[in-house]
């Protein structure tokens, strides 16, 4: 079963993070992702990098992820 801390592996193995929590029960997850390759960026494109990063895995493994995606600025601001 995929963990939450795979999860977050999984993601900042593809996507540089300044900030980034997961939590979830083995399949469906919440995510915290802040980084800085999402400004400019709207939320479709965000997670179209998310989903990049997680690759097969999120048909194979994460039945469901829901995310939070911000830029630092937004985060802290």
């Given at each position: 079963?995929?963990?939450p801390?795979?999860?977050k592996r999984y993601i900042a193995e593809g996507l540089a993070c300044d900030?980034?929590?997961v939590s979830g029960d083995?399949?469906?997850f919440e995510a915290l992702i802040v980084s800085?390759?999402?400004?400019?960026?709207r939320l479709v494109q965000r997670h179209q990098l998310?989903?990049?990063a997680l690759g097969d895995r999120m048909?194979?493994?994460?039945?469901?992820?829901s995310m939070k995606t911000l830029?630092?600025?937004?985060?802290?601001?």
């Open positions: 079963m995929v963990t801390e795979d999860v900030r980034l929590e083995g399949q469906h800085p390759l999402f400004e400019g960026k998310v989903y990049a048909r194979a493994e994460i039945h469901a992820l830029t630092p600025s937004e985060f802290g601001g």
